[in-house]
């Protein structure tokens, strides 16, 4: 009975040990995707910006006159 309390209190150690690092893990990778959206955003709005200056930039091109 001892043998499996004791094997039960090991394996209950472990999972808690594997819980924390999954948790810690789990922290991290949503701070990483949090950062991920906030490029996504401001390259996003980069690309914004250019289009809207090519746009301006096309519309002062001479026509072509062929």
Do not use: F, W
């Not at 309390?5 to 594997?18: C, D, F, G, R, T």
């Not at 949090?34 to 002062?60: C, F, I, P, V």
Request: charged share 25%; proline share 2%.
């Amino acid at each position: 009975m001892d043998n499996e309390l004791n094997a039960l209190e090991v394996k209950l150690a472990q999972l808690i040990q594997v819980s924390g690092k999954l948790r810690l893990e789990n922290h991290q990778l949503r701070q990483e995707l949090a950062h991920a959206h906030s490029a996504n955003r401001q390259y996003s709005d980069k690309m914004e910006s250019a289009k809207g200056r090519l746009n301006k930039l096309l519309t002062t091109l001479p026509e072509d006159q062929a």
